[in-house]
């Protein structure tokens, strides 16, 4: 089955490879098997299993065995390793450092981006965002710890993160201007509700 070119970036063969090399690569020196990949970047083992297989072969990912798992990474000492990191981070990355920054936010039940990166990874065609806006839903959100992880998103990214916050009432109130025009756009959600206990 061919996949077309994601519209985030469109030089990358498919989603899933670029999916497969931001997760890699946001995470040098570490090394995951086919199926914690395939889990991570939503597709199926022998899809991820083809495009590690390409990624291989062209030195960007290294490969090795742990029993009877290959184990893959990102190769840090190919020429363009640094460059490629550098460009996945700010294409695909928002939505794992986004994920990473917020999941620590008390009272984050959902975190979503929305906006222009949103409708890119969705498919749509445009210019590359300049900017991730994101949706944090929970009813006791600190805006001050709701900030601070934006900042920290923006560190990382160098590029503008822009937070706003609604509680649950908020989000499923249909005179609530925002959330009603949301729920009508492409959304990317990057932290499910947690579940205690």
Same mark, same amino acid.
């Given at each position: 089955?061919?996949?077309?070119?994601?519209?985030?970036?469109?030089?990358?063969?498919?989603?899933?490879?670029a999916?497969?090399?931001?997760?890699?690569?946001?995470?040098?020196?570490?090394?995951?098997?086919?199926?914690?990949?395939? %889990?991570?970047?939503?597709?199926? !083992?022998?899809?991820?299993?083809?495009?590690?297989?390409?990624?291989?072969?062209?030195? #960007?990912?290294?490969?090795?065995?742990?029993?009877?798992?290959?184990? #893959?990474?990102?190769?840090?000492?190919?020429?363009v $390793?640094? $460059?490629?990191?550098?460009?996945?981070?700010?294409?695909?990355?928002?939505?794992?450092?986004?994920?990473?920054?917020?999941?620590?936010?008390?009272?984050?039940?959902? !975190?979503? /981006?929305?906006?222009?990166?949103? $409708?890119?990874?969705?498919?749509?065609?445009?210019h590359?965002?300049?900017?991730? @806006?994101?949706?944090? /839903?929970?009813?006791?959100?600190?805006?001050? @710890?709701?900030?601070? *992880?934006?900042?920290?998103?923006?560190? %990382?990214?160098? /590029?503008?993160?822009?937070?706003?916050?609604?509680?649950?009432?908020?989000?499923?109130?249909?005179? @609530?201007?925002? *959330?009603?025009?949301?729920?009508?756009?492409?959304?990317?959600?990057? #932290?499910?509700?947690?579940? @205690?206990?």
């Amino acid at each position: 089955m061919r996949t077309q070119a994601p519209a985030l970036l469109p030089v990358f063969r498919s989603q899933t490879q670029a999916e497969l090399l931001t997760w890699l690569y946001l995470h040098p020196g570490q090394t995951f098997s086919l199926s914690d990949l395939a %889990r991570r970047v939503d597709a199926s !083992v022998p899809t991820v299993h083809r495009e590690a297989e390409r990624l291989v072969e062209s030195q #960007l990912l290294t490969q090795t065995t742990l029993g009877r798992n290959r184990m #893959l990474g990102a190769n840090l000492k190919h020429p363009v $390793a640094e $460059a490629l990191g550098r460009l996945l981070e700010l294409t695909f990355g928002p939505r794992q450092v986004v994920a990473e920054e917020f999941a620590g936010v008390p009272g984050a039940d959902r !975190v979503l /981006i929305f906006g222009s990166w949103a $409708a890119r990874y969705a498919g749509e065609s445009g210019h590359l965002p300049n900017d991730v @806006d994101v949706m944090v /839903i929970g009813d006791n959100v600190d805006r001050a @710890d709701l900030y601070a *992880a934006g900042d920290r998103a923006q560190q %990382r990214l160098g /590029i503008a993160v822009n937070p706003v916050m609604r509680t649950h009432q908020q989000w499923d109130d249909p005179s @609530d201007r925002l *959330a009603t025009e949301l729920h009508a756009r492409p959304l990317v959600e990057v #932290l499910v509700e947690r579940k @205690d206990g």
